[in-house]
């Protein structure tokens, strides 16, 4: 069974402290890995998909990484308009299963 | 604005009934698909269609279903309902057919209440 986790499940940085968060998982082939952002009240909003171990994706303060086992997404000198929380999701290679994790709750305090 | 609309907002009903929540997708998207989040199983893949037809299916319980018309709005049916189906329900919309080989945008969401 395709299972997705995510550590920590909160996390609190002042403004400015880079930290990284992890997303585990398991799946019966690959397809690709997403990052989403989701503000409270609101739909996720898509940030990057990876497809294959080594690939990295950038946007603003944010870096994505793969590898064959998890993904991390790195923040650096974040602000508090980062503040949210974080999914990751899988894909298996069959496009049918799309399975979340549970999201990192991101606070930067100012 | 995802271009992805949702309607109603916010519903509350009573255990047993059935409800009917609305989605249109950006203009120009082919597919939809529904997700429901709760507290304590997190965002969860419903169903996808495309263009018309079933395309992908995930945890969706029988007494939901699912279609999307000609003019591409798509419509989630939930029935019997039961306490643990309250959550925030979700819609996203993509122009391709295979889930993730484009950017899948999300609408505001529906939230079902039920008492």
């Known amino acids: 069974e395709d299972q997705v986790t995510q550590s920590p499940e909160a996390l609190r940085l002042q403004e400015g402290e880079s930290s990284s968060l992890n997303c585990s998982y398991t799946?019966?082939?690959?397809?690709?890995l997403f990052w989403y952002r989701q503000d409270p009240g609101k739909g996720p909003e898509f940030l990057f998909t990876l497809y294959s171990a080594g690939e990295e994706k950038e946007k603003e303060r944010l870096k994505a990484t793969l590898t064959k086992k998890e993904s991390f997404l790195h923040i650096t000198a974040p602000k508090p308009e980062d503040s949210a929380t974080y999914l990751c999701?899988?894909?298996?290679?069959?496009?049918?299963?799309?399975?979340f994790g549970p999201g990192t709750r991101l606070s930067v305090l100012p | 604005d995802s271009g992805v609309t949702q309607t109603p907002k916010h519903l509350i009903t009573a255990t047993g009934q059935r409800v009917t929540l609305r989605c249109s997708p950006r203009s120009g998207d082919l597919s939809v698909y529904w997700y429901q989040q709760s507290l304590d199983q997190g965002l969860q893949f419903l169903i996808q269609?495309?263009?018309?037809?079933?395309?992908a299916k995930g945890n969706i319980l029988e007494r939901f279903s699912a279609q999307q018309f000609p003019d591409l709005h798509s419509e989630l049916n939930l029935s019997s309902l039961e306490l643990g189906d309250s959550a925030l329900y979700f819609c996203?919309?993509?122009?391709?057919?295979?889930?993730?080989?484009?950017?899948?945008?999300f609408g505001q969401g529906t939230r079902l209440t039920v008492v």
């Open positions: 999701a899988v894909l298996d290679n069959y496009g049918q299963n799309f399975v």
């Open positions: 996203a919309s993509s122009v391709a057919l295979h889930q993730g080989d484009t950017e899948a945008f």
């Open positions: 269609y495309y263009n018309g037809e079933e395309r």
């Open positions: 799946v019966s082939g690959l397809r690709g």
